[in-house]
């Protein structure tokens, strides 16, 4: 949700531009911990609450597929460094 997800869009956290697993432009946010439990879509694997992790979501998404805020996904560091493809 949007508000379990605010420290996603705070300005302590700044993006970047990065290629994404599928060649996309994304937005980036490194986290130093997770709010709750997510699950990474790349090994489908539980993201701890507390662990580092990034944020990401398509600059431009393809067409019928959410974007900005509503496209954002919650990766391990490393399956977004090995681009992993979501599964």
């Known amino acids: 949700t949007v508000v379990s997800c605010f420290v996603c869009l705070s300005r302590n956290h700044s993006?970047?531009?990065?290629r994404g697993p599928d060649g996309l432009?994304?937005?980036v946010r490194r986290l130093p911990s997770a709010a709750k439990e997510y699950t990474c879509p790349a090994c489908l694997r539980p993201i701890p609450q507390g662990s580092a992790h990034i944020?990401?979501?398509p600059e431009e998404a393809p067409f019928g597929l959410p974007q900005g805020v509503d496209g954002r996904r919650?990766?391990?560091s490393e399956c977004w460094r090995r681009r992993l493809r979501p599964l």
């Open 25 to 27: 432009d994304y937005q």
């Open 15 to 18: 993006a970047t531009t990065e």
């Open 55 to 57: 944020v990401a979501w």
């Open 74 to 76: 919650h990766w391990h």
